[in-house]
């Protein structure tokens, strides 16, 4: 099965700003999920959108999905320095029973 | 009170040997992975196991042995480490009756092989 993909592959913004991460895929999903890894640490899931939502919010996260563009997008607004880490889209596609990662984006926010 | 732990931390070995990796989960989960992440970040599933039965076992060399003792334990076993086995191991959870939930990792494994 194919790794999605990921864009950009890094980003690097001020803090206060917003940053965008987009995630396309080529399978039929139950889901699409929203991992953050920091440096030498574990993955950590942050949000899931189901493939009947279009919009879901957590925090300062908000995460959009378009199955017909097969396709999701992360925004995290009014970044902060703390939020410095790789972000990870992960798949839950149809009939299968373990989650397909992105290739991430590498987010730097400037203090 | 960790949920998901690995060990050990970092490993260093040479081509040739043998090394395993050990993983337990306190969360009464029924599903446990492994994931190999390599020098690009990239993740690939390897194995899993629900409830002590192997379900998934993608492309990877027999010299990966998984073992599951009890549904909270999944070790790694590697023989004959190459050097392109140098990459970080994660092991990770899912809840029961969850088979699109979320993933609960631990704090991987680095393995380097020289």
């Known amino acids: 099965s194919q790794q999605g993909e990921e864009d950009p592959q890094a980003l690097s913004i001020q803090e206060g700003e917003n940053a965008t991460m987009n995630c396309s895929y080529k399978t039929s999903i139950n889901n699409l999920q929203w991992y953050r890894q920091n440096s030498g640490r574990g993955l950590v899931h942050l949000i899931l959108?189901?493939?009947?939502?279009r919009e879901k919010h957590s925090g300062r996260l908000r995460v959009t999905l378009d199955t017909s563009k097969k396709s999701s997008s992360l925004l995290i607004t009014a970044s902060r320095a703390a939020d410095t880490a790789s972000y990870f889209c992960?798949?839950?596609?149809?009939?299968?029973?373990?989650?397909?990662f992105g290739s991430g984006t590498r987010l730097q926010v400037q203090p | 009170d960790t949920a998901v732990s690995q060990t050990p931390k970092y490993l260093v070995t040479q081509m040739g040997n043998d090394k395993s990796i050990k993983c337990e989960q306190n969360l009464g989960h029924d599903t446990m992975y492994w994931y190999k992440q390599d020098s690009k970040k990239f993740l690939k599933i390897m194995f899993s196991?629900?409830?002590?039965?192997?379900?998934i076992n993608e492309t990877v060399p027999n010299r990966f042995s998984p073992k599951s003792p009890d549904k909270a334990h999944l070790n790694l076993h590697i023989n004959s480490l190459e050097l392109g086995d140098s990459a970080v191991y994660f092991c990770a959870s899912r809840g029961a009756g969850a088979n699109t939930g979320e993933l609960f990792f631990g704090e991987g494994s680095r393995l380097t092989v020289l």
């Open positions: 959108i189901r493939s009947n939502e």
């Open positions: 992960a798949r839950s596609d149809t009939g299968r029973r373990a989650l397909t």
């Open positions: 196991y629900n409830n002590k039965e192997l379900i």
